[in-house]
């Protein structure tokens, strides 16, 4: 089985559990709707910091001010506890389907819950590597841009396995950053292939309905473009959901748990393949 049809295969079963649970496409809805009233209010108090600076040559103009900043950290912070712990209550009703049984979007919520505290703290710990490789990145010009962009992409793959080992396994945020760590020792290769191969289904599925939306806007644009959107919110909140599911199974198979016959042992054993010579160097 090649690799990224492993992938495929992974995403269609991941399709069959998401159509036992399908209130689980809730879950995604409910964070970006949440994401998008914070971004608003606190993006609102940030213009209100501002003060206006007057230049003799090009008039007046706004400037940040230390509140500022304080207003725009606190309200990334926010919105990346929401981001963070929506993906555990959709990473815990993935769970409880796995482990066979018939979750709810109470039972989802409440296993988060109980770890409302440990994911706060992964999320201030992910937020806070954020801004400093933003900082480090406005402050080394092009190329220091690229290098910390390649590193912001290596901290998410290290710790994609963060949310589950906190949800599934009860660990701490450090505690579960290490064990997302571990385990990529042993599933390198294919973990990132696929991860990438889940993100490659999800890049074709949403540049078809570009495609075919994209063009009726241009014969009928009060259709066309009111499709579209509607389109990418549905797509976007259906493939999160799947995503959410597909890294339960991952983790659940890393760990030795079963996953109630809901995904084929094949199919995880090729996404979970050890490979020799890469985790000595993590």
């Known amino acids: 089985m090649g690799r990224f049809s492993n992938s495929w295969?992974?995403?269609?079963?991941?399709?069959?559990?998401l159509r036992q649970d399908k209130e689980l496409v809730a879950i995604p809805?409910?964070?970006a709707a949440?994401?998008?009233v914070v971004a608003i209010v606190f993006g609102g108090g940030a213009y209100f910091t501002l003060e206006t600076v007057t230049d003799p040559q090009v008039g007046d103009s706004l400037e940040p001010t230390p509140l500022t900043y304080v207003v725009g950290v606190v309200g990334l912070l926010v919105i990346g506890i929401v981001a963070q712990f929506f993906a555990g209550v959709l990473i815990a009703g993935a769970n409880e389907r796995l482990a066979g049984g018939n979750p709810t979007l109470g039972s989802a919520f409440a296993l988060a819950r109980k770890h409302f505290w440990?994911?706060?703290a992964w999320a201030g710990i992910n937020v806070t590597v954020g801004l400093i490789l933003s900082a480090i990145a406005d402050r080394t010009g092009p190329l220091g841009d690229i290098a910390m962009r390649l590193v912001g992409m290596a901290w998410n793959v290290v710790t994609w396995l963060a949310v589950p080992a906190i949800v599934?396994?009860?660990?701490g945020p450090v505690e579960g950053i290490k064990r997302s760590v571990e385990l990529l020792k042993r599933t390198w290769g294919e973990n990132v292939i696929a991860q990438a191969g889940l993100g490659l289904i999800g890049v074709l599925v949403m540049l078809a309905g570009i495609v075919v939306f994209g063009a009726l806007s241009f014969v009928l644009p009060f259709v066309g473009i009111p499709l579209l959107v509607l389109y990418i919110a549905v797509a976007s909140a259906i493939l999160a959901a799947l995503g959410g599911i597909f890294r339960a199974a991952l983790y659940r198979y890393a760990v030795g748990l079963p996953n109630g016959g809901a995904f084929p042992d094949a199919a995880l054993a090729g996404a979970f393949r050890p490979k020799s010579g890469v985790s000595k160097f993590l």
């Open 9 to 17: 295969t992974l995403a269609k079963e991941s399709w069959g559990v």
């Open 29 to 31: 809805v409910a964070s």
């Open 34 to 36: 949440i994401s998008v």
């Open 118 to 120: 440990a994911l706060t």
């Open 168 to 171: 599934i396994e009860g660990h």
